[in-house]
C-alpha cells in the first residue's frame, strides 16, 4: 500500500517499462505455478520467488552490489538517489514544468521539488536570461564550451579513426561551403 493516501497516483509509462511489467508479470505467473500453495501472493510486483516481499534496504544493498560489479570507475550513488536523479533528468526535459514532475515524483508540494533541486532552478534562470536577451535585444547568445566536453571529444579524435576522418570531411565541406558564399 502507499505511504499515504495521495501517494495513490496515476502516471504515464514508456513502452519500455511496459514490456519490462508484462515480462515480470509472465515471470511471477511461472513462480506461482512452481511454489504452488508456497506462494505468498501479495500482489507484488518486486517480490521474492516465493512471493515474500523484498525490504527495502535489501534493494539498497543489491543496488550497490550491481554497481560494483560494473567494473566502471564511477561515483558510487545511493539508491535513494535514483529519485534524485530521475527527478532531476524530468525537470530538464520538461523545461522545468514544475507543477507536472511534482506530479510524477509525488512531492506533496511544489516548493518541496524545487527547495531540493535548487541547482537545477539556478541553472535554468541562467538560460532563461539568455532567451530573454536573445529574443528581447536580438541578442545572439553567446557560445559556451564545456572543457569535459571538449576533453571527451578530443580523446574520441585521438582514438577513434573513422570519428577522425568524419570530423575531417565535415570541416572540409564547411569550408567549401563557406568559400562558394
Same mark, same amino acid.
Given at each position: 500500500?502507499?505511504?499515504?493516501?495521495?501517494?495513490?497516483?496515476?502516471?504515464?509509462?514508456?513502452?519500455?517499462?511496459?514490456?519490462?511489467?508484462?515480462?515480470?508479470?509472465?515471470?511471477?505467473?511461472?513462480?506461482?505455478?512452481?511454489?504452488?500453495?508456497?506462494?505468498?501472493?501479495?500482489?507484488?510486483?518486486?517480490?521474492?520467488?516465493?512471493?515474500?516481499?523484498?525490504?527495502?534496504?535489501?534493494?539498497?544493498?543489491?543496488?550497490?552490489?550491481?554497481?560494483?560489479?560494473?567494473?566502471?570507475?564511477?561515483?558510487?550513488?545511493?539508491?535513494?538517489?535514483?529519485?534524485?536523479?530521475?527527478?532531476?533528468?524530468?525537470?530538464?526535459?520538461?523545461?522545468?514544468?514544475?507543477?507536472?514532475?511534482?506530479?510524477?515524483?509525488?512531492?506533496?508540494?511544489?516548493?518541496?521539488?524545487?527547495?531540493?533541486?535548487?541547482? @537545477?532552478?539556478?541553472?535554468?534562470?541562467?538560460?532563461?536570461?539568455?532567451?530573454?536577451?536573445?529574443?528581447?535585444?536580438?541578442?545572439?547568445?553567446?557560445?559556451?564550451?564545456?572543457?569535459?566536453?571538449?576533453?571527451?571529444?578530443?580523446?574520441?579524435?585521438?582514438?577513434?579513426?573513422? @570519428?577522425?576522418?568524419?570530423?575531417?570531411?565535415?570541416?572540409?565541406?564547411?569550408?567549401?561551403?563557406?568559400?562558394?558564399?
Amino acid at each position: 500500500k502507499p505511504k499515504t493516501k495521495d501517494s495513490n497516483r496515476v502516471n504515464c509509462i514508456t513502452p519500455q517499462l511496459k514490456q519490462d511489467l508484462f515480462l515480470r508479470k509472465q515471470q511471477i505467473e511461472k513462480d506461482k505455478a512452481y511454489y504452488g500453495d508456497r506462494y505468498q501472493d501479495e500482489n507484488l510486483v518486486f517480490c521474492f520467488e516465493d512471493g515474500r516481499p523484498v525490504e527495502p534496504k535489501r534493494c539498497a544493498k543489491w543496488f550497490k552490489v550491481w554497481q560494483e560489479r560494473t567494473g566502471l570507475d564511477l561515483e558510487t550513488i545511493v539508491f535513494h538517489g535514483i529519485r534524485h536523479s530521475s527527478a532531476t533528468y524530468f525537470l530538464g526535459l520538461s523545461d522545468y514544468d514544475v507543477k507536472t514532475v511534482q506530479n510524477i515524483t509525488g512531492h506533496g508540494t511544489a516548493s518541496q521539488l524545487t527547495d531540493g533541486y535548487a541547482h @537545477m532552478v539556478k541553472g535554468h534562470k541562467q538560460e532563461l536570461a539568455k532567451k530573454f536577451a536573445a529574443d528581447f535585444y536580438g541578442e545572439k547568445p553567446e557560445a559556451t564550451i564545456d572543457p569535459q566536453e571538449v576533453s571527451v571529444l578530443l580523446e574520441l579524435l585521438q582514438t577513434d579513426p573513422e @570519428m577522425r576522418k568524419k570530423v575531417a570531411d565535415a570541416l572540409s565541406a564547411q569550408t567549401a561551403a563557406t568559400l562558394e558564399t
